[in-house]
Antibody
Framework: EVQLVESGGGLIQPGGSLRLSCAAS????????MSWVRQAPGKGLEWVSIIYSGGSTYYADSVKGRFTISRDNSKNTLYLQMNSLRAEDTAVYYC??????????????????WGQGTLVTVSS | DIQMTQSPSSVSASVGDRVTITCRAS??????LAWYQQKPGKAPKLLIY???SLQSGVPSRFSGSGSGTDFTLTISSLQPEDFATYYCQQANSSPTFGPGTKVDIK
């Protein structure tokens, strides 16, 4: 059974740093595309970052230069290092597996498995 | 970046109703569209991918259609467990989500 379990959220002051973890089971993180998606309180979903199976990483403009996505293959775990945190980073952070379907008739990239989320609150 | 819009932003419906939600992309995305259902306090759940493919385990009353810039999610006969917020998402470029459509009880 595929499972994703996030941890590491909490209350942090503006300008501070936090590292989120996402422990995966039922599949191999390093063989898949893995992503972080966040949701501010009462708001919609916002993609944050992705790491490809080959190791390439990409970020939303809103976090570029401040957040770093990485993985530990030996622990089958995904991470998000968040630095220079701002009030607007307050959100539930979800890790999710990103799956690609490439068919002649149609193609897709979608998030097929999600963790339960971890809340990050940036406030003084 | 590709922007996604959804309409309506909310809809009130009764059990058994047919509900249709529309999603529009700011530029063509072929079939690179997915739909999610989210209930309060829970993670999103994938319903539809590749615009019209039903995710395993999702009831057949959910269906998706469209290509290019205009897409539709249809719930053929609304059930009590379907009251939730629905999001579309494109992945033709860096993933972006629509603002959501809340389906609540009439």
């Amino acid at each position: 059974e595929v499972q994703l379990v996030e941890s590491g959220g909490g209350l942090i002051q503006p300008g501070g740093s936090l590292r989120l973890s996402c422990a995966a089971s039922g599949f191999t993180v390093s063989s898949n595309y893995m992503s972080w998606v966040r949701q501010a309180p009462g708001k919609g979903l916002e993609w944050v970052s992705i790491i490809y199976s080959g190791g390439s990483t990409y970020y939303a403009d809103s976090v570029k230069g401040r957040f770093t996505i990485s993985r530990d293959n030996s622990k089958n775990t995904l991470y998000l290092q968040m630095n220079s945190l701002r009030a607007e980073d307050t959100a539930v952070y979800y890790c999710a597996r990103f799956s690609l379907v490439d068919r002649m008739s149609s193609s897709s990239g979608h998030f097929d498995y999600w963790g339960q989320g971890t809340l990050v609150t940036v406030s003084s | 970046d590709i922007q996604m819009t959804q309409s309506p932003s909310s809809v009130s419906a009764s059990v058994g109703d047919r509900v249709t939600i529309t999603c529009r992309a700011s530029q063509g995305i072929s079939s690179w569209l997915a739909w999610y259902q989210q209930k309060p306090g829970k993670a999103p759940k994938l319903l539809i991918y590749a615009a019209s493919s039903l995710q395993s385990g999702v009831p057949s009353r959910f269906s998706g259609s469209g290509s290019g810039t205009d897409f539709t999610l249809t719930i053929s006969s609304l059930q009590p467990e379907d009251f939730a917020t629905y999001y579309c998402q494109q992945a033709n470029s860096s993933p972006t989500f629509g603002p959501g459509t809340k389906v609540d009880i009439k």
